[in-house]
Nanobody, 124 residues
Framework: QVQLVESGGGLVQTGGSLRLSCAASGRTFSSSVMGWFRQAPGSEREFVAAISWAGSTAYNAVSVKGRFTISRDNAKNTVYLQMNSLKPEDTAVYYC?????????????????WGQGTQVAVSS
């Protein structure tokens, strides 16, 4: 079992930066693939980024490549999403998720545990 709590969301201007954090509790965090997803009003929840249990492999969605970076610190049971050059279309609720299996996935249905989400709003 893994419990996830996101933080770090807020309101920022276009071109600004935010760093989201996801604090995890549970004995299996260090062996879990971790992902970030987002959901804008009226839209489906979409993949943003994922990282392997060791942090050696990461996937990013095409829409955020070169702007967002996912990382993790297993000693702190925390995964991060550094978001730079933010755009209004990045506005959404951002969710942290954990996957019990060891290979990465962009599919939200492959993730077993979810946080409650943190709101990110980017003004133009």
């Amino acid at each position: 079992q893994v419990q996830l709590v996101e933080s770090g969301g807020g309101l920022v201007q276009t071109g600004g930066s935010l760093r989201l954090s996801c604090a995890a509790s549970g004995r299996t965090f260090s062996s879990s693939v971790m992902g970030w997803f987002r959901q804008a009003p009226g839209s489906e929840r979409e993949f943003v980024a994922a990282i392997s249990w060791a942090g050696s492999t990461a996937y990013n969605a095409v829409s955020v490549k070169g702007r967002f970076t996912i990382s993790r610190d297993n000693a702190k049971n925390t995964v991060y999403l550094q978001m730079n050059s933010l755009k209004p279309e990045d506005t959404a609720v951002y969710y942290c998720a954990a996957r019990r299996f060891t290979y990465l996935s962009r599919n939200r249905n492959d993730y077993d545990y979810w946080g409650q989400g943190t709101q990110v709003a980017v003004s133009s």
